[in-house]
């Protein structure tokens, strides 16, 4: 499986930006698909992950209203919208693939190279 992020960039805070991961070499919807991030100087954390059985999405408290995951399942792709961004969102992003959505780096068993967000004052 091999998982290519694209979408990061430099957007000023409030801006918009939206994450996209193209899955291939594996069945796409056997998995489940989820979005971590490194801040600066911070260990890499979860922040979202759609479920393969029944699609259902989880966010950790900082994105919930803000960013939305969803999955094409058409075009082996998950994207990840982010609205209302804020300096700390600042960090570099990835994409992950893994059987189900859990919040420990771990349990997931694919990675994307990481793209990074920036998002300025």
């Known amino acids: 499986v091999q998982l290519v992020e694209a979408g990061g960039g430099l957007v000023q805070a409030g801006g918009s930006l939206r994450l996209s991961c193209q899955f291939s070499?594996?069945?796409?919807?056997?998995?489940?698909l989820g979005w971590f991030r490194r801040p600066p100087g911070k260990e890499r954390e979860f922040v979202s992950g759609i479920n393969w059985r029944d699609g259902k999405d989880h966010y950790i408290s900082s994105v919930r209203d803000r960013f939305t995951i969803s999955r094409d399942n058409n075009k082996n792709m998950v994207y990840l919208q982010m609205n209302d961004l804020r300096p700390e969102d600042t960090a570099v992003y990835y994409c992950a693939a893994g059987a189900v959505v859990v919040n420990t780096e771990r349990h997931w068993t694919y990675w994307g190279q990481g793209t990074q967000v920036t998002v300025s004052t």
């Open positions: 070499g594996g069945t796409f919807t056997s998995y489940s």
